[in-house]
């Protein structure tokens, strides 16, 4: 019999050392395996049997070693899926999450697709959102900024990959990258971890300004929030990403700032994630 591991067998070994450090330990292995072989994760289960080639098993190893050190597997893969797109992502920009999505549906239902409306996305990262809403709307005009230089890079690289040159990609901080300007939409996934959230030790592999903005974790939503109203044209809408703990504080920020029909929303999986209101 021969010594050298299946496609099947090097999975089952690779899934049962990744559940140390992974929710989704089979789903790691598979695409981590994929990115190896350049296969789907359908076509490594239709290859089960074949045996795994020295040089690829060595390349396996070195993926499954960095999952075990705790990074993301779209940072061993270059590439994360969102909404309908393949974004490329770096350890520069946090890794797009599901959860984001909800926040694209919500904007877009606030965007009646027949007209041309200015949305401004605050803090970029991937260029997930903007990039999302841009595919969407394509009559919209979108303006993205991020204090990072180097997610900002990442998002233009996603751009120029999907042509999609039409948003105004911006470096700065929150509303000091637009001066001045107004829209009629403003969206934003913000860091929101409290700097002593012990969630932080888990997420250690991105970057702690996509992260945590404080003490708190409500400063960068506070900032936002108190910025808008100079920002927004009347009517206007913000609709803003933040932690399942926060909806409330979230809604009270808002109202104390002049905002109505403030409503949180939940996400897939039931908890309150994202919350909008109007000027
Ligand atoms: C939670 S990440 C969101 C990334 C992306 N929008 C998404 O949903 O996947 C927050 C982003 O805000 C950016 N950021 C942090 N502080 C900022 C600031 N003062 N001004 C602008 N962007 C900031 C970070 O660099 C990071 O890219």
Not at 182 to 210: H, S, W
Request: charged share 20%; net charge negative.
């Amino acid at each position: 019999m021969s010594s050298i591991a299946t496609v099947t067998e090097t999975l089952r070994m690779a899934s049962r050392e990744l559940v140390r450090c992974s929710d989704s330990p089979r789903l790691d292995a598979e695409v981590l395996l994929g990115k190896v072989l350049g296969l789907s994760r359908a076509a490594l289960i239709a290859r089960g049997d074949e045996p795994l080639a020295p040089e690829n098993r060595s390349a396996y190893s070195t993926l499954i070693a960095g999952r075990l050190a705790g990074a993301p597997v779209a940072y061993l893969t270059g590439k994360r899926e969102f909404w309908s797109l393949t974004l490329a992502v770096t350890p520069a920009v946090l890794v797009p999450r599901p959860e984001t999505e909800t926040l694209v549906e919500l904007a877009l239902q606030l965007l009646p697709p027949d007209q041309q409306h200015s949305i401004l996305d605050l803090g970029t990262g991937s260029g997930a959102i903007a990039l999302a809403l841009a595919t969407e709307r394509p009559r919209c005009r979108i303006t993205a900024i991020d204090v990072s230089p180097e997610a900002l890079t990442v998002a233009v690289g996603n751009s120029h990959a999907l042509k999609i040159e039409h948003i105004d990609w911006r470096l700065g901080s929150w509303f000091d990258a637009v001066p001045g300007e107004r829209f009629d939409l403003i969206v934003a996934n913000p860091p929101y971890v409290a700097a002593t959230d012990p969630a932080l030790k888990r997420l250690a592999a991105e970057p702690m300004l996509a992260l945590a903005p404080g003490p708190t974790g409500l400063e960068a939503l506070s900032a936002i929030i108190a910025g808008a109203p100079l920002h927004l044209n009347e009517p206007g809408w913000l609709v803003l990403e933040h932690g399942n703990e926060q909806p409330t504080e979230v809604a009270n920020l808002l109202g104390r700032h002049g905002f109505t029909g403030i409503r949180s929303h939940p996400d897939g999986s039931g908890r309150l994630r994202v919350t909008q209101g109007t000027i």
